[in-house]
């Protein structure tokens, strides 16, 4: 079996094309993921009995169900929930790409609000008795004294789930969004040609996350040797 380097040249654009929607994808994520996944940490360590009560329920729910029944959830459940909450009566159409922005944020904030949180409990409890001393409030305290420590101190750990995000982008393909395996799938069920386009992506996924790791890894020495220091 030989393998047909000139049909890869010939649909890079289009793989490119949903290389950068995997992209998109995992930026959304991270983002959208950290911002809501900070607001479940604070949450779930808030007094308030009933808030940490829903942001616990919250995290323990996405963390114990597939990412691709989130998605199924979203794309099929959603638009029909729209549609009875406006009193149409009928679905109404989300879209691919929003499916895939709201999934990736919802699922993805349930991890990041437990690194997070472990980021606030390696804070040591003299900087929350100091906030207290200088009177600040417990936004403030959070936005301007512990977060900063919080995300420094689980940045590692952070990234290492961004790398898992990437990888898991692979799964919008089972609603015919054209990703990176999206876009490869489509092209060899066309031509033909399975193993070229598969061997590629799998090419790219490593080269991607292999980079990552080793920043990830690089970077972690280098928060490890600041602290011995």
């Known amino acids: 079996m030989k393998l047909d380097l000139s049909a ?10 949903g290389l950068l929607f995997t992209l998109q994808i995992t930026c959304v994520g991270v983002a959208g ?14 007094r308030n009995r009933l808030l940490s009560a829903f942001a616990t329920a919250y995290i323990n729910l996405m963390r114990s169900i ?3 029944m989130v998605i199924f959830w979203v794309f099929f459940l959603v638009p029909w929930a729209i549609g009875w909450l406006t009193n149409g009566g009928r679905p109404v159409a989300v879209g691919a790409s929003l499916t895939i922005y709201v ?11 437990e690194i997070v949180r472990a980021g606030f409990r390696s804070i040591s409890s003299g900087q929350y008795a100091a906030c207290d001393a200088l009177g600040l409030s417990r936004l403030h305290a959070y936005v301007y004294i512990l977060f900063p420590q919080a995300i420094r101190n689980v940045l590692p ?8 995000l990437f990888q898991d982008t692979s799964l919008v393909y089972v609603i015919s969004a054209t990703d ?5 799938t489509k092209i060899a069920q066309r031509d033909g040609s399975l193993v070229e386009m598969y061997l590629t992506v799998g090419v790219i996924y490593f080269l991607f996350c292999y980079a990552a790791s080793q920043f990830v890894k690089r970077l972690q020495g280098r928060l490890s040797y600041g602290v011995r220091g």
């Open 8 to 17: 890869i040249a010939s649909v890079a654009p289009f793989l490119l094309s």
């Open 33 to 46: 993921g950290i911002v809501f996944g900070s607001l479940l940490a604070v949450a779930r360590l808030s």
């Open 66 to 68: 597939p990412l691709i």
């Open 103 to 113: 999934t990736f944020v919802l699922f993805e904030a349930a991890y990041y609000a």
């Open 157 to 164: 750990i952070l990234l290492t789930q961004t790398i898992i």
């Open 180 to 184: 990176l395996l999206g876009a490869a």
